[in-house]
Nanobody, 115 residues
Framework: QVQLVESGGGLLQPGGSLKLSCATSGITFHLQTMDWYHQAPGKQRELVAQSSSDYTTNYADSVKGRFTISRDNFERTVYLEINGLKPEDTGVYYC?????????WGQGTQVTVSS
């Protein structure tokens, strides 16, 4: 059974930092491309960061320089670090992967950036 479980969200002030985690099970993690998506209130979910099995990373242009995706293959966990938080970073962050042609999503973790 594939499970993706995000954690680390919360209420933060602009300019702050946080690190989200996505713990996985049921997949060959070290072979997987892992994604982080962001869904802002009232908007569609969008891909913000991606980590491939060879540790190649890709970012949406809007987050380059502030977001860092990383992975721990031993812990089977993917992380998303966000620095210089902005109000527009508010929303739900989802972990995602495709395993045997099936899309899997976590339940999401809420991040609210407000002063």
């Amino acid at each position: 059974q594939v499970q993706l479980v995000e954690s680390g969200g919360g209420l933060l002030q602009p300019g702050g930092s946080l690190k989200l985690s996505c713990a996985t099970s049921g997949i060959t993690f070290h072979l997987q491309t892992m994604d982080w998506y962001h869904q802002a209130p009232g908007k569609q979910r969008e891909l913000v960061a991606q980590s491939s099995s060879d540790y190649t990373t890709n970012y949406a242009d809007s987050v380059k320089g502030r977001f860092t995706i990383s992975r721990d293959n031993f812990e089977r966990t993917v992380y998303l670090e966000i620095n210089g938080l902005k109000p527009e970073d508010t929303g739900v962050y989802y972990c995602h992967t495709v395993y045997y042609q099936t899309h899997y999503w976590g339940q999401g973790t809420q991040v609210t950036v407000s002063s």
